[in-house]
């Protein structure tokens, strides 16, 4: 008869993994996946003490993506003491799988594993797999107290907030008052330039709200002297808009087609 472990509590066996995880180094992602939907698996099944694996269903919860890497998942988790594996003889035939309870390889309460943590060396870590006995509680205490620590974790989210908002702040650009056009007049007048050519620069910019390319001009007399280097160019283009493109000919006006030459 298939025994039903009992006492198996599905967060604080979660715990314990994730636990057991961050000490063993050698776990890849593919191994966590596969161990998630294997233990989702066995939650379902009230926690036998043999698994029956559909290997296509497990595939599908885990994603992997080939028939090798479920494999050596499955070798690796055996061999690294997370469950037992027996593969089936026949491919097409579930396997049985023994998922080892794993709430006594790491700590029990979170409270004392500060205080472990302080008597050891805090650059030493333990290598150990699950399955022979390796002592996760200096390290695992103070990651589970920071992951289950909420007010913290939010708190860190809103100063980073608050930091950003004030240097946007401070990198706000001051956008000067736009100038007048007595003032604009008197800047075109030293230039050598007419009141009428600085009427044209006033009203041109004001139309578009003082911006050049959609941001906003910093500096006026620099745009007034890109201006003012253009004006000879714009009164060529004037000019040659209104010359004839025949060549220039001129005719008289009271000239009459009809008369032979």
Known sequence: MNKQYAG?????????FYTLVHEHERLRANDISLYVA???????????????VDRSLVVQLSKIGSLRTYLQCMKRLHDFG???????ERPFLRCAVKMVPLEKKAPQSV??????????????????????????????????LHFNNNKQINNFINESKT???????????????????????????SAAQSDKEAGLFYFHYKA??????????????AAAEKWISRIPSLKNNAIANTTSTTGGLESAKDKRYDDPL
């Open 163 to 189: 930091a950003r908002a004030q240097k946007k702040s401070k990198d706000k650009i001051i956008v000067p008052a736009a100038p007048e056009l007595e003032e604009i007049c008197a800047y075109f007048r």
């Open 111 to 144: 409270k004392t594993a500060p205080h472990t943590a302080k008597k050891s060396d805090p650059h030493m870590r333990s290598n150990k797999d699950p399955g022979e006995g390796g002592n996760c509680a200096p390290h695992t205490g103070a990651i589970l």
């Open 38 to 52: 294997l233990f989702h698996l066995w939650n379902l099944a009230h926690f036998p003490g043999t698994l029956m």
């Open 82 to 88: 997370f469950l037992t594996y027996h593969p089936s």
């Open 208 to 221: 578009i709200g003082w911006t050049l390319s959609g941001m906003p001009i910093l500096d006026w007399k």
């Open 8 to 16: 198996v509590n599905f967060i604080r066996h979660l715990n314990a």
